[in-house]
């Protein structure tokens, strides 16, 4: 079965930084793109940033020159480093990714991790 995990999440204060990881495992052939959402309470989930299998990027604007998103293939991970952190950055962020899985013939899948609550507060 394959699964995402996501960890690195926590309290921070304002202007702090906090570095996600999202680790795919289980019986992969192929991951294709990798993305970062996050869910504030009361509000729809949103795409916070992503990241192709060929290492393209793309942000909301609302991070953009505070967030980075990077992968390592070898690992199945992806990462988001948050800087410059602000109380409006405070939700459940979740990793989402396109996988094909062994067997391949049932084609590329959508999954989803459980979440990793990140909170910024002083």
């Known amino acids: 079965q394959v699964q995402l995990v996501e960890s690195g999440g926590g309290l921070v204060q304002p202007g702090g930084s906090l570095r996600l990881s999202c680790a795919a495992s289980?019986?992969?052939?192929?991951?294709?793109?990798m993305d970062w959402y996050r869910q504030a309470p009361g509000k729809q989930r949103d795409l916070v940033a992503g990241?192709?299998?060929?290492?393209?990027?793309s942000y909301a604007d609302s991070v953009k020159g505070r967030f980075t998103i990077s992968r390592d293939n070898a690992k199945n991970t992806v990462y988001l480093q948050m800087n410059s952190l602000k109380p409006e950055d405070t939700a459940v962020y979740y990793c989402?990714?396109?996988?094909?899985?062994?067997?391949?013939?049932?084609?590329?899948?959508?999954?989803w991790g459980r979440g990793t609550q990140v909170t910024v507060s002083s």
């Open positions: 989402n990714a396109k996988i094909l899985p062994i067997p391949v013939v049932v084609g590329t899948r959508n999954y």
């Open positions: 289980g019986p992969i052939f192929r991951i294709n793109s």
């Open positions: 990241i192709t299998s060929e290492g393209s990027t």
